[in-house]
């Protein structure tokens, strides 16, 4: 009996889980697909080395219009940050960087090659 009660319990779960994989969306810029294994998986794996670096190539290349002026520094905060190993600053920074620019840059930057 146990073991039907675990399954009860696991299953609506899993079916949430499976839903939001399939809902994941994919990158809709060259920067965002190259930001997937470059960043997001690292992240995932705990591969701080690999965010820093990441993070501190986007640093170093940032759109060419001057309408992205924190772009920088929010990059670098967040290289800092990995370097530091503070998993919650990395992801500050990733999300302060999305909810000022993600949009903007989507619309404006979709075809802009990176790295």
Do not use: I
Not at 5 to 14: D, G, I, K, Q, V
Not at 43 to 56: C, H, I, N, P, R
Request: aromatic share 6%; proline share 10%.
């Amino acid at each position: 009996m146990p073991t039907r009660n675990l399954f009860r319990l696991t299953l609506p779960l899993a079916v949430v889980l499976a839903a939001r994989l399939a809902a994941a969306e994919d990158p809709k810029t060259l920067l965002g697909k190259w930001m997937q294994p470059n960043v997001g998986a690292p992240m995932s794996g705990g591969d701080l080395g690999t965010v820093q670096k990441s993070l501190q190539l986007v640093a170093d290349k940032p759109p060419p219009k001057k309408d992205y002026p924190n772009w920088v520094a929010m990059s670098k905060q967040g290289a800092d940050a990995a370097g530091k190993q503070d998993v919650d600053g990395v992801k500050k920074s990733c999300k302060d960087c999305h909810d000022t620019y993600r949009e903007k840059y989507r619309k404006e930057q979709v075809s802009r090659p990176f790295p």
